[in-house]
């Protein structure tokens, strides 16, 4: 080959670095595919390209893994577009409904997410700026800290029965439909109900309002 035949050749594909967020990233990815009970280092470390053992220089373990895949997903929310200019509701009702679609979009992790605490940078500093905006607001630190972690644990509940039921829980429902005797008041409200997020939501603010 020569020189210029060199000079011309076009560039072979090359892999991508690794770094704690790409592993963190591909391995979100691996288990929005074939979810978290089928994942394994074996398979991410085909996904990334390299050998499997390549991922414990940047996690300790495969929980450290899963840890580093919720981070992914709080990355997710793009928290610094929250209205943080506005009032602790507004910002509060935001962020819920925000990461509600962000789980909801990620229906197999949401498990791994709701099962760790975040430990990220990003995510302390989050909870920091949230707590100074309800306590700037009139709320003790203590009550502050609660109403974040009602709306949290409301939030991450409801994208985990909804992410059950987008993976095949409406198919082993056993309620009657319309047609059938067994249709009683119960189906047909569950039928009317529609989704209830929103009203659970507002319910929360509207009795953290009469504390502050």
Known sequence: MTNHD???????????????????AVALAL?????????????LGAELGFDPMAAYRYFTDQEALFDGVAETLFTELDVESLPWQGNWRELTEQYAHRLRDTLLAHPHAVTIFATRPLRSAAAINTGNRMLELLTGAGFTPGTA????????????????????????????SRKPSPDSPEYNLLA?????????????????????????
């Open 145 to 172: 800290l609660q109403i974040l972690r009602c709306v949290r644990e409301f939030t991450v509940g409801h994208a985990l029965t909804l992410a059950v039921h987008q993976l095949g829980g409406a198919g082993r």
């Open 188 to 212: 047909k409200a569950a039928d009317a109900a529609g989704d209830h997020f929103g009203l659970g939501l507002t319910a929360m603010l509207d009795g953290f309002a009469r504390l502050d």
């Open 6 to 24: 060199r000079a011309h050749r076009p560039d072979a594909p090359t892999k991508p670095t690794l770094s704690r967020e790409h592993i963190a």
């Open 31 to 43: 288990v929005d595919e074939i979810g978290q009970g089928k994942f394994s280092m074996r398979k």
